[in-house]
């Protein structure tokens, strides 16, 4: 699958990248109409893409599409079998609905964030033969913060989505991987879609 499927833009795209570029653009739209089919879809892209981001010196990036691939079985759960418990109140049936996180924890998510942007610069720096360790360390810690809030269906995971999505179309750009840079794109316009869509369930709800 590392063959050459074409060029674009003077970079060579491979069948991995395209076969990845179609089940990951299928499994955020999915995401976006809260249809869970879409989890399974991201176990295989994320294989996909990690062995695509390891051949590029992308190590950051390659460690999170293992971390994705694992946690969409957690998320595939979440969804159809999950419950939410809040302020002593009884669980929800099964299958989560739509929240949002309280100011104290929005703040714990920015912290947390940016020292784990710090730390896994210095890792990857030091660790690895990398060229771009704090530009990989930021959306791939941003990454899994937003995983986790969208496999618990919450609304910020979706503001986490617009800043990671902003800063990888620049990484696989300088990367010339201009399929995914194109596919995170899309992810950028899905991640409007996305928040717009949420806020207009969580009202209904």
């Not at 809260?34 to 294989?47: C, K, T």
């Not at 990690?50 to 992308?58: D, K, N, S, T, V």
């Amino acid at each position: 699958m590392l063959e050459s499927a074409f060029t674009l833009w003077g970079g060579t795209v491979t069948w991995l990248e395209v076969i990845a570029f179609v089940l990951a653009l299928a499994c955020v739209a999915l995401s976006v109409f809260e249809i869970h089919w879409g989890w399974p879809l991201m176990i295989v892209s994320s294989l996909l893409y990690g062995r695509l981001f390891f051949e590029h010196r992308l190590y950051g990036d390659a460690g999170l599409q293992l971390f994705f691939a694992l946690i969409a079985v957690w998320g595939w759960w979440q969804w159809v079998f999950g419950r939410r418990v809040t302020d002593g109140a009884a669980a929800q049936a099964a299958g989560l609905r739509i929240v949002a996180l309280a100011v104290r924890r929005r703040v714990l998510v920015v912290l947390g964030w940016v020292m784990g942007w710090g730390l896994l610069g210095v890792l990857l720096g030091r660790a690895t033969d990398t060229d771009v360790p704090y530009f990989d360390a930021f959306p791939t810690v941003g990454s899994v913060i937003g995983q986790v809030l969208l496999g618990r269906k919450f609304i910020e995971s979706w503001w986490v989505w617009m800043v990671v999505n902003s800063v990888s179309i620049a990484l696989f750009a300088y990367k010339e991987l201009w399929l995914t840079a194109a596919l995170y794109l899309v992810f950028l316009g899905l991640s409007v879609v996305g928040l717009a869509r949420w806020r207009r369930m969580q009202r209904v709800a």
